[in-house]
C-alpha cells in the first residue's frame, strides 16, 4: 500500500509535492470532511466549510446496520470495517418524513475509485441524520442502503444510476 500511494502522489504534475500531496488527500480521501476540502481552486468557500466542520457533532453511533433476530433494525456498534460504516447523527422519530440520497462508485474493488456514500435527511429541517460511506459488493451495499432506507420509514430516495446504483435502485 504505501508503494502504490508513493507512486500515485508522485504521478501528480504539481510543482511542489505539498501540492501533490494536497491533490492525493483530495482525491483519496479518509474522512468525509477530507473529500470537501480541497487544495487549489475549489468552488466552495473553505472558511464556510472550515466554520462548518467546527459545528460538527460527533456521531451518537458508528458501526454496521443489522436487523436482530425479531426483525429489528439497529446499529452494531461493535461491527467495525474498514470497508463500510454508518454514521447516526440522530435515530429515527416516528411522524418524521426523511430523505435518501446515495451516490455509488463504479467499481469498489479498484483502490483508485471513490466511495459509495449515502446520506439520511429529516425533512422538517434538512438536518442529517445518518451518513453511510462504502468500498463494497453489490449486495453488502444493497442490505445497508435498504436497511437505511427502512429504519428511516421507507425515506424518499433518490440513487445515483451509475455503477452500482442502476441495480441498487431496482
Known sequence: RLFW???????YRMPTQEMQLGIFHQEFATTIEGAFISSGETPFDTDALNAL???????SAQGIL????DGVIGVNTHS????????IYAPPQSGEKYALAV?????YTNQESDQSAAVVVRA????????YTARVSEPVLRQ????LYRWYFNAYYAVELKGQ??????
Open 5 to 11: 500511494r508513493r507512486r500515485k502522489i508522485d504521478s
Open 53 to 59: 466542520m467546527r459545528m460538527e457533532k460527533p456521531p
Open 66 to 69: 443489522e436487523t436482530n433476530h
Open 80 to 87: 467495525k470495517s474498514e470497508f463500510h460504516e454508518v454514521r
Open 103 to 107: 451516490d455509488t462508485n463504479i467499481a
Open 124 to 131: 422538517r429541517d434538512q438536518k442529517v441524520v445518518a451518513t
Open 144 to 147: 445497508q442502503i435498504f436497511l
Open 165 to 170: 446504483g442502476f441495480n441498487l435502485q431496482r
